[in-house]
Each structure stands twice: as C-alpha cells, then as structure tokens.
C-alpha cells in the first residue's frame, strides 16, 4: 500500500532556482547537453519507472526476500524483469564515459536518477547502484586494458559489481584483513579469504558479477599499509570480454537481515580465486576510498529517500485518519471527527519530515555538483579544491542524513499509529529497510571521528574555513542592508544562520584546545559535533531556498503556493529544528570524564 510520485517540481526548483544546474552544465563543454528540455524528458520517464515498475515490487520483495540455494541466489518476484527494463532503458550508462558506452551526462543527473529509484525500492536500488562505485574505482586506478574490459559491460549493466572490504573479524578496522593474494606467472594472482556483508554479491540479475577485493600480498606492511586491491569476476573473462569458467568465488550463505530483505547481502568465499591487481602494490586502501566517497554519498541518498517515501504516505495518511477534534473547534464539522493532520503534534512531525527530506535533497544535490567538478577539473588545483570540500561534507552526509532520515521514518510510523505497526502499511518496513543506513559505509561514530579527528583537527580546520566563508558571503549578500523587500525578509534566516556559523567555528577552535590536554575529547564530541554541523549545514540550505523562493513570489509566477510552503518549511527549521545545536553544543563541549570514570568490570551486570 505504499505510495509515491517523484518530487519533480522539487527537483527542478532545485535544478533551476537555488543552483543553477543549467548555469554549471554550460560552464563545461563536457556537460553542455544536459539542457533543460532533456533533464526534463529524463526525469519524466525515470519519475515513471520508478513510480510503474520498482514501487509495486518494495513491499513485495520485502515480504519474499532473496532465496538461497547451494550457492546461488534468487531475487524476488519481478526484480530481474525490472533490470532487463533498466538495463535495456540505457539507465546504467546515464552519467557514465562515452568512451565505455555510456551516454555521458553529468554524475549530479545520476544522482537525482538515484534517488528516485531508491525511494521508489532501496533494495532493488543497491544491485545496480553497488556498481556504480566499482566503476569509478576501475575508472580511476584501472590500466587501459582494465577499463575496456570491465567497464564496457559494468556501463552497460549486463554485468554489476560490489566492494568486498569487510570479513568475520574485522569491519571498519580494515588493518585486520587477512585475504591473501599471491603471484602466479602469468601475473594474475591467486585470492584467498573469507568476506562478508556484501552487498548484492551473488544474484541472478546479471551473468557476471565484477568484485573489488582488498587483499595482502605476501611480506606486506602490517596495518593498513598493506592492503592492496584487486579485481575479481564472478566468472572469469578472456581478453574480449567472453565468459569461461566459474571462478572460485563461492556464496557460502546470504544474511537473514532486519530489513532491506530483497537485497542479497552475501558471505563470499575466494578460494584461489583468480584476479588481476589494480592500483599499485600496499595502496589498496587509497584506491578504495574512490569507492567509499561513492558509496558514502550513495548511502546519505538513503536518508533522504527513507524520509520522502515516509514523508509522502504520512501526509496521505493525515489527511484521511478521523480521529478527535480540533483543541480550537471542529474544523469538519460534517465528519465524525477531524483528520488528525489538524493537530499540532501530528503537524510537527509532518513538518519535521517534510524539513529533512526537502532539506536533504538540497544538501545532496550541492554536494553532486562538487562530484561533476571533479569530474572534469581541468587543473589538479581545481580537482583538489572541488576534492577537498567533498572530504569534507561527504561525513556529515553520510552520518547527519542517514539519522535523520531514520528519523523520519519513525515518524512515519507514530503518524500511522498502530497501524504503523501492521506490514500491510509499508511503514515499519521503512524503518526496517532505513535503520542499516547509519551502519554501513562506516557507523555514524566512524564517519564522526573522520570529520572531527581528520578533517577539523587535523587540517586546523581549513575546509570548514571554507566552507564558512561561503555561508558568510550568502548571509551577507542577502542581509538587511537592502532596499530589496525580499532580503530584508530574510534577516530572520540570516541573523541566526551567521550566528550559528559564528559559533561553529568558535567550538572548532574550542575542542582543538581541549583535545590538546585530553583526546578523549575528540571521541566524546564527535558524534554530537557532526549532528551539530548537520543542522547547520542543512540550516545554510533552507535559507537559500527561502531565498531563491521570495525572489520567484516577488515576479509573475504559477504554483505561488509551492513558493509560500518553501519559506514556511524554512521558518519551521530555523524555529523548531535548529535549535537543537544549543543542547548538541553543551553535551559536545562537556568533559568525557563522566563516560570513562566507570571501570570495565563495574559497567558489567551486578
């Protein structure tokens, strides 16, 4: 009973108004096809596949889930019928290379194809979107010869890929993985190891399934620096790109998983596998975070698609529920009751969800626009610059969205009452399928740490120096000091946004001095620093919606009430949301001696 209809009218009003999509695409010569009229065509047919063909399949894979068989593994009912589609609607190969088949349009129009399709089905959505970061891998650090063979049919579609980093004892911590690699004579090398928790690394959708696999050589560093990257197929593959015997990768079983049922989340074991190494020797790791960055921003997608999909079947659900009165008086008074979307509880979480979804669109659309720049930097000064911001947000992306797109899936359920409860609904299934969201790709405290630990303290805060700078610049161009009746209506997003930029940076500096007495400190504050930085962030985000909002009211336009509900969205965050940095800012600054004073042994049951 799930609904959902492709928020176009978001998506454009974010294209044309707050970012100026058309104003970046013309600015390259690599992206200048991407006009308006064809963004509009792609988005018309993507919004009807997703709503047509992935949408009846969400709660259906979910209730089917994958089957396992001695090694093989059957996706659910529809699923593989919907990839032929996919496959055969050039889907795959949108904002890919055109040298490799692919039509060659900008990654930030993938991106929105994404999200799309992972809120219409996050779980049919992860089989082809876990290819997309081996791609970029084998793009990146691949030979020549690499990328002809393997990225012609990943662009295709016709074969998927996967990362296979984590194993039995080791996730995040990958210093302790124990794949080995050996030499053959030929140059191809021999994997052998165990992997787990990967994602859609055995299906039925596809012939050949390309793993990128981390591995030691013999005699490699200890640690981290010595891990190298492989490419392993699924069925080994002659030099023109023709199928030949299994490889000796094996499914040893598929994970029974609170949700996301229909995405097959497998135990691959290599067993001499034969691969091929990509990148140089012991620089695995450096190779894969072109992967991770990928998969990273690809999973803060998840927040946003789990509070739109919740977002859009609560409101339908508001405004149907009858349940008691209105506290002001009867507001349909021809019904046995009021719909409960005129109580302001019911309200606040609507809100709260509608903040976070439209919100998130627009913090992950910025951060697309920085992934095309890189893209097609034409200086390594102009990578770096675009590469440095994106370090910087891909954490608070990943970690802030994720949570609150979780969330808002909770929401989504107590709007529903106990009826949420019931799977015939679909809502549960949405805080099922969304709750994996803040673990993988790194938990919300390892993506924490990373902001804090490497990205705050370690550059003494250069790129939120930046990134401030830019805040700064907006506020002030649209600060009271206008005759523009506009931005002067906009000093109420202004004054607490610059505020709160102000302190953001004040608490930076604060908690690097902290951290020099106590590095405690930096695992006590991370989590509540990177929460903190995400309401800000989001805060910059709706204030330049209601911006680029007050100046389309302010001309002859249609739809003025899509106008007015943006700058009312944006006073509810700056009133109701944004004020949760006061109590993050106290709890992230407060000494960790209250959570280390316990010993071991008295935190252990008495």
Avoid at 62 to 83: I, L, M, R
Wanted: aromatic share 10%; charged share 25%.
């Amino acid at each position: 009973m799930l609904s959902y209809k492709a928020p176009i009218t978001d998506i454009k009003f974010l294209f044309e108004d707050v970012f100026d999509y058309y104003g970046h695409y013309n600015q390259h010569a690599e992206f200048s096809e991407a006009t308006p009229d064809l963004v509009d065509a792609i988005l018309q047919e993507c919004a009807k596949f997703c709503e047509n063909e992935l949408l009846p399949l969400n709660q259906s894979g979910d209730k089917e889930g994958c089957t396992f068989d001695n090694g093989k593994v059957s996706t659910p009912k529809g699923f593989k019928a919907a990839y032929d589609m996919y496959v055969q609607g050039g889907w795959q190969s949108l904002s890919h290379p055109v040298e490799h088949g692919g039509q060659g349009l900008p990654p930030s129009l993938g991106m929105v194809k994404s999200e799309m399709m992972g809120t219409a089905n996050w779980s049919w959505a992860m089989y082809p979107g876990l290819s997309h970061g081996a791609m970029n891998t084998v793009q990146t650090h691949g030979s020549d010869e690499q990328k002809e063979l393997y990225l012609t049919r990943l662009t295709e579609g016709t074969w998927t890929g996967t990362m296979c980093l984590t194993e039995p004892q080791c996730g995040t911590d990958l210093g302790q993985v124990k794949t080995k690699a050996e030499l053959n004579d030929d140059g191809t090398y021999n994997i052998t190891g165990t992997k787990i928790f990967i994602s859609a690394g055995e299906h039925d959708l596809t012939d050949n399934i390309i793993h990128i696999v981390l591995a030691r050589l013999p005699d490699a560093p200890k640690g981290t620096r010595g891990i190298s990257l492989f490419i392993v197929p699924k069925i080994q593959v002659d030099q023109q790109g023709n199928l030949g015997e299994a490889n000796n990768v094996t499914c040893g079983s598929i994970e029974d998983k609170m949700g996301i049922k229909a995405s097959a989340t497998a135990v691959l074991n290599f067993d001499n596998a034969n691969g091929v190494l990509i990148g140089p020797e012991n620089k695995g790791l450096e190779c894969m975070f072109t992967f991770m960055n990928t998969a990273r921003v690809g999973t803060a997608l998840q927040g946003v698609c789990a509070a739109e999909l919740a977002y859009q079947n609560s409101l339908i659900y508001a405004k149907e529920r009858l349940s008691m009165r209105s506290l002001t008086g009867k507001k349909y008074p021809d019904q046995v009751a009021d719909p409960i979307i005129v109580h302001p509880d019911v309200r606040k979480m609507l809100m709260t969800q509608k903040a976070f979804s439209e919100g998130g669109r627009a913090m992950i659309y910025y951060t697309a626009m920085l992934v095309d720049d890189i893209e097609i930097a034409k200086t390594d000064e102009e990578r770096k610059t675009a590469d440095d911001r994106l370090g910087f947000i891909t954490p608070i992306l990943k970690a802030f969205l994720t949570e609150i797109g979780l969330e808002s899936a909770n929401h989504g359920l107590q709007i529903f009452g106990g009826h949420g409860y019931i799977k015939e609904w679909g809502m549960e299934q949405i805080v099922r399928d969304t709750r994996i969201a803040t673990l993988y790709e790194g938990t919300t405290g390892i993506q924490a740490l990373d902001l804090l630990g490497r990205k705050i303290l370690l550059t003494r805060g250069k790129a939120l120096k930046s990134f401030s700078k830019e805040i700064m610049k907006f506020c002030k161009t649209n600060s009271i000091i206008s005759n523009n009746p506009h931005k002067r209506q906009m000093n109420k997003f202004i004054w607490a946004l610059s505020k709160n930029v102000a302190n953001w940076q004040q608490y930076s500096l604060r908690l690097a001095l902290k951290a020099k007495k106590d590095r405690d400190i930096v695992g006590s504050a991370s989590v509540d620093y990177l929460m903190y930085s995400g309401y800000i962030v989001m805060a910059y985000f709706w204030a330049k919606m209601a911006q680029s909002a007050y100046e389309k009211l302010a001309g002859e336009v249609e739809n003025r009430d899509f106008y007015r509900s943006k700058i009312k969205t944006a006073e509810f965050y700056f009133e109701r949301i944004l004020p949760r940095t006061k109590s993050l800012s106290k709890m992230m600054m407060a000494s960790p001696k209250t959570l280390m004073q316990l010993d071991e042994e008295l935190l252990s049951f008495l």
